[in-house]
């Protein structure tokens, strides 16, 4: 199994052009998710979806759009991009199961906008 | 409004030593506690957790120990090696409407082991 996988793994874009960031797993999780990694700041949740055609915002949606139209791929779009964009991103996918939630994490892709 | 409040920001121990870093937090519906690890370029993975039900839990050299009366949890790693040096990430988990979990993180704690 390839886990999650995420690209690309480095990104350079001006301002204002577009870019979708590919994540895929291959372990037929339901719930996936997006967040960025600034420094100081954690991981901040963007997007999240709990199944294919379900999707649902994070704390930090704004700037991003996301859809879910099979349960391998969550791809993460950014739709105008802008220097506070510039960041680590992570995609993750979460094991099923009441009593334990863990996520596997892709590399991330380090993006940024100039 | 940071719900898991995580110390220290940064952590610098000698090779051999013990590396502690605690995690509080207020809502007392969690249920689940994971600590993750993530070295440099990498994403984090899951290293160790507990719940609530259960004061400690140990593996190999890490241990979580959990007080559930103060609200808080705490990552031990005895015989600190250069090799452990990452960040390292706590976390809370709850069920939310719909059955589905969320992970709440903690903002990291960098730890550097001097060899």
């Known amino acids: 199994n390839a886990g999650v996988t995420q690209t690309p793994k480095f990104q350079v874009l001006k301002t204002g052009q577009s870019m979708t960031l590919q994540c895929a797993q291959d372990?037929?999780?339901?719930?996936m998710s997006w967040y960025r990694q600034d420094p100081g700041m954690g991981l901040r949740l963007i997007h999240y979806?709990?199944?294919?055609?379900?999707?649902d915002q994070g704390e930090v949606p704004n700037g991003y759009n996301v859809s879910r139209s099979t349960t391998e791929d969550f791809p993460l779009r950014l739709l105008s991009a802008a220097p506070s964009q510039t960041s680590v991103y992570f995609c993750?996918?979460?094991?099923?199961?009441?009593?334990?939630?863990?996520?596997?994490f892709g590399q991330g892709t380090r993006l940024t906008v100039v | 409004q940071q719900q898991v409040k995580q110390s220290p920001q940064s952590l610098i121990v000698q090779k051999g030593g013990i590396s502690i870093i605690n995690c509080a937090y207020e809502n007392t519906a969690f249920d689940y506690f994971p600590w993750y690890q993530q070295f440099p370029g990498k994403g984090p993975a899951l290293l160790i957790a507990?719940?609530?039900d259960v004061s400690e839990k140990k593996e190999g050299r890490f241990t979580i120990s959990f007080n559930k009366s103060a609200k808080q949890f705490s990552l031990h790693i005895m015989d600190s090696q250069p090799g452990d040096s990452a960040t390292y990430f706590c976390a809370a988990s709850i069920i939310r409407a719909g059955n589905n979990r969320k992970l709440i993180w903690g903002l990291g704690t960098s730890l550097a082991v001097n060899p």
């Open positions: 507990i719940r609530p």
């Open positions: 979806s709990v199944g294919a055609g379900i999707t």
């Open positions: 993750a996918s979460f094991a099923p199961g009441w009593g334990s939630t863990e996520a596997f």
């Open positions: 372990m037929n999780h339901e719930y």
